[in-house]
T-cell receptor, first 111, second 112 residues
């Protein structure tokens, strides 16, 4: 099956700093999503981005499908950005809705 | 539009018992997927139902089963619970026109 790797595994930032999270995947995909998992466990949708670039406020994401990676940018980080960020993909030949998740990036934003 | 809902939110069971979890998708969504999250294995796909049919299945033992009703609500059942089944169980729904999945708040199951 498809492999999904995220880096870095852990990240500590000062409030106001910028960061880039990376997601590499091993095969062609027809779905790529970024999620933020809140302290209560719910996965919050950040981006649905199988290709191209999108922006939403201080967050933006870019997926280069031909090179099999995606980047999540967080600018001017705030303490509320803390938590785990997951990248998840669905294989092009998978059929149906089956997401394979990376192991996540644990982000801590300090004052 | 209301989001994905899951009940119960928390559950404590004893080894050997069985448990049923429920998921109501976003109105109009016909696909419901289930995932298990544990500290050791991360987030893993269990199965997906679409229009009352299982369309996809992950690598879990037969103790894990599910079903979907005509109103798209889904249930998953775990029989003969083991300590290792302690996890956060998440369900997600998706519409027909896109692949984006939306997750519910999860059910946290503890097996003692």
């Amino acid at each position: 099956g498809i492999q999904v790797e995220q880096s870095p595994p852990d990240l500590i930032l000062q409030e106001g700093a910028n960061s880039t999270l990376r997601c590499n995947f091993s095969d062609s995909v027809n779905n790529l999503q970024w999620f933020h998992q809140n302290p209560w466990g719910q996965l919050i949708n950040l981006f649905y981005i199988p290709s191209g670039t999108k922006q939403n406020g201080r967050l933006s994401a870019t997926t280069v499908a031909t090179e099999r990676y995606s980047l999540l940018y967080i600018s001017s980080s705030q303490t509320t950005d803390s938590g785990v960020y997951f990248c998840a993909v669905e294989e092009l030949t998978g059929g149906g809705n089956k997401l394979t998740f990376g192991t996540g990036t644990q982000l801590k934003v300090e004052l | 539009k209301a989001g994905v809902t899951q009940t119960p939110r928390y559950l404590i069971k004893t080894r050997g018992q069985q448990v049923t979890l429920s998921c109501s998708p976003i109105s109009g969504h016909r696909s419901v997927s289930w995932y298990q999250q544990t500290p050791g294995q991360g987030l893993q796909f269990l199965f997906e139902y679409f229009s009352e049919t299982q369309r996809n299945k992950g690598n879990f033992p037969g103790r894990f089963s599910g079903r979907q009703f005509s109103n798209s609500r889904s249930e998953m059942n775990v029989s003969t619970l083991e300590l290792g089944d302690s996890a956060l169980y998440l369900c997600a729904s998706s519409g027909d026109m896109g692949y984006e999945q939306y997750f519910g708040p999860g059910t946290r199951l503890t097996v003692t």
